[in-house]
């Protein structure tokens, strides 16, 4: 090859984490796939020269765009799908109206639409043929012709961006999202639309899915586009399946484009017996792909790890955790200690109330003891870190662990890590007892059970998922409500995490158990039922993340009404 645009773009390192473990799953057309041993990405590699992506967006790309009556399909389809995701996007901000920057517009119909909705809207693509015929179309908005980047466009200017199957089209994701990130206003939204490995459809086709084709140069999911996006700065990421408003007729367009065996021939047999009104309503389908939103945040410095201890008649061990986790340092990350006491009536209080003052220390005194789970659900709320750790007041973990649990998240590999207190094949981490072998054998039984039960309920693989070392990035926990006070807020935590996506990376810890005569607070009888409840009440119970995030901004409005001396309502 001496043509520099017609040489492929080998990739050495992961495109979300930089991990250098890739391996080859399989083909797609001459493409080979490989995946990121780390963060578990998909993507080409090496990547399709610049000739190669050129010829495949020539000018009959877009689908229905060969006939009158194919690309009027495509046109009102494409409207009613925008008007669907601005509605959601409004959901998400709370308003719907500013400066609007389309990435990838293509023909305008996005743009079109939220026009006349009141956005102010401007669109950057790379097909002159398609920026004209949107520039035709739209009123006052603009169209930029080309790559996003090389426009330098002002920073902090958009409220915000939407990219509708873009994001594995680029050759960097981090480096697209954080020029992204670079002109939006602070706070300003970014909606992201693409397909999604963990899909129905990718689960069912497996390599056949119609989503791998040369063009798709990455393959994201719900745990690697939220990686992504922490990676360039974006926060409050909430993902829903993908809706798109489609018809039969729009289907049939797209087997006969990218035809599947097995599946071209049904859909080609049900166009010749389906009645033509049919075929062409609208219908709202989840299909391959995922809707994500977030909103620009600050780029600190250096990032904080937020450590929630709840405490509640802790006396003998918690001034001795205390003087270890104030003096704690961890490379690049700042602590933020968040002490939750329960008005504890043996002393913890008066040695909580020592740390009152202390720089690194946020003191939350609750006036009654409510259980470990509402401790911490306070103390979640206090929490201003990228991280977020939860320590408990006893001394049964080892402090010198935070490294290793904390080495993953920081490094971008995993958004979630339990620390295991069975060693895996590590044989000097070991769990330890101290007497009462009758009763440890009980536990560890009991232990067994519920782990076997959650592994079987959740589709895990955990050996440890009670740990009290639970560790992640704060920001999993937007859209997530939760309402377990005692100990089965463990499990809730858990399971909401694990509902939303992420998969928990196990690391062994350090760990020497108390006995329930040195102050264990779990009872022995009535806490197990309670977990067996909230494990039932978890496993079906319907997680709504936009509705979430609806409430809390509501709750926030009231507060902040209520600050101004206006009544609450
Ligand atoms: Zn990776």
Known sequence: MTNNSNAKHPVKACLVCQGAKLYYLFSILDHRIVRCDDCQLLFINPQPSDDELSRIYGAGYFLGSDTETGRQTVSEIKQATARLYLAEI????????????????????????????????????????????????????EVLCGELAPFRLPAGQFDLCVISDVIGHVRSPLDFLREIHRILKPGGTLFVATPSTDSWSARFMRQKWMEFKAEHLAYFDRQTIQTV?????????????????????????????????????????????????????????????????????????????????????????????????????????????????????????????????????????????????????????????????????????????????????????????LGARHGGHNVWKMRQFTGQHGLSLFVNIGHWFFATLINVLFFQHLRDPFTMFKVFRRDCISGLAFECDRFDFDFELLVKLVRKGYRPVELPVNYRSRSFKEGKKVRMFRDPLTWLKALARLRFAKIDPMRVVEQSRAAVMLETSAGTGNPKT
């Open 229 to 417: 996006l922490f990676k360039s700065g974006f926060q409050g990421v909430i993902v829903q399946p993908g809706w798109k408003i489609l018809n039969f007729d729009y289907i049939k367009m797209h087997f006969e484009r990218f035809p599947v065996s097995l599946l071209t021939p049904v859909v080609n047999f049900m166009a010749r017996i389906m009645p033509r009104t049919t075929q062409l309503r609208h219908r709202r389908i989840a299909a391959s792909g995922i809707m994500v939103f977030s909103r620009k945040a600050e780029v600190r410095p250096q990032q904080v790890l937020s450590v929630i201890v709840p405490a509640y008649n802790e006396a003998n061990t918690f001034a001795a955790l205390m003087e270890i986790l104030v003096r704690k340092e961890l490379p690049n990350l700042r602590f933020e200690i968040i002490v939750v006491e329960s008005n504890s009536t043996d002393g913890t209080r008066e040695i909580a109330l020592k740390y009152k003052n202390h720089p690194g220390v946020k003191l939350i005194l609750e006036d009654q003891p409510r259980g470990k789970g509402h401790a911490v659900r306070t103390g979640l709320k206090a929490a201003s870190g990228d991280y977020v750790l939860i320590q408990d007041a006893d001394l049964e973990y080892d402090l010198e662990d935070y490294d290793g649990l904390l080495e993953p998240l920081v490094s971008g590999r995993a958004a979630f890590v």
């Open 90 to 141: 409004c959901r998400y901000r709370g308003s719907k109206s500013g400066r609007l920057l389309e990435v990838g517009c293509g023909d305008g119909d996005f743009l079109v639409t939220a026009e006349a909705d009141g956005w102010q809207v401007t669109g950057v693509d790379y097909s002159a043929a398609a920026c004209e015929k949107a520039r035709r179309r739209l009123k006052n908005g």
